[in-house]
């Protein structure tokens, strides 16, 4: 034992084994869409990009369906998308290739430690958090990613104005996030009002998953902040 404390991360890797196309697809893609996690160099978004197109960060994507949907529909905007799961990464990269996207990058690593350690301060336009693990048995609360410090660093990565977009379809999450984020009214304004959730945006798609949710009659919330602007040191609230 060192004595140092074991890092409480809000994701479990799952196995799965990748498909020939998921691997081919990473064999392809990869050097040319995926970025090394390096605690010790912030990313340079321009240049990773090689424009000056607002950046938006999604946050656990999955299969990537919606990620590459977004940017197929938005290329007047740039998309980092992270993801632990390596069959998640392969298929989102097989449709890259498909749909010939090139605003889209892809980090495999913790999304966390992507924003603590690689996204620079007031870089991004937009962060979307769409359907985490909610972790509903409250022993397990501690590993929901929606917590205090990731409100304030979420905060800390989003330009004036940016947005966070949140969308659970687990009711009592969906209240946890409210919670927090509403908690911090120097931070964050409620787009839809406070206690309240949002509509759906047209931006965000409507995933298989979720429809079939919404035919069994599953809520799903979502939830749209918009970050204030700073205020100038010694200014009162």
Do not use: C
């Not at 890797?13 to 160099?41: C, K």
């Amino acid at each position: 034992m060192n004595g140092r404390a074991r890092k409480v991360r809000s994701f479990v890797l799952r196995g799965g084994r990748l498909t020939a196309g998921q691997q081919r697809a990473l064999e392809r893609g990869w050097p040319r869409f995926g970025v090394e996690f390096d605690a010790r160099r912030p990313l340079d978004l321009h240049a990773l990009f090689g424009d000056d197109q607002p950046v938006w960060m999604e946050i656990g994507f999955g299969n990537g369906e919606s990620l590459a949907t977004m940017a197929a529909a938005h290329p007047e905007r740039n998309w980092l998308g992270v993801e632990v799961h390596l069959p998640g990464v392969g298929r989102l990269l097989r449709r890259i290739e498909e749909l010939g996207l090139e605003n889209v990058r892809l980090l495999r690593h913790d999304a966390v430690e992507v924003l603590e350690a690689m996204i620079p301060p007031g870089a991004l336009a937009g962060l979307l958090l769409l359907f985490p693990d909610p972790w509903p048995k409250k022993r397990h609360h501690k590993r929901r990613i929606v917590q205090p410090g990731f409100v304030e660093l979420a905060a800390s990565r989003l330009r004036p104005g940016a947005l966070f977009h949140a969308a659970t379809d687990w009711e009592p999450y969906a209240e946890w996030i409210l919670e927090r984020f509403e908690a911090r009214p120097d931070l964050f304004e409620n787009l839809a009002g406070a206690g309240k959730y949002a509509e759906r945006p047209e931006t965000r798609p409507l995933t298989k998953f979720e429809a079939r949710g919404r035919r069994l009659g599953h809520p799903v919330h979502d939830l749209l902040f918009r970050r204030l602007p700073r205020r100038p040191e010694g200014a009162e609230g």
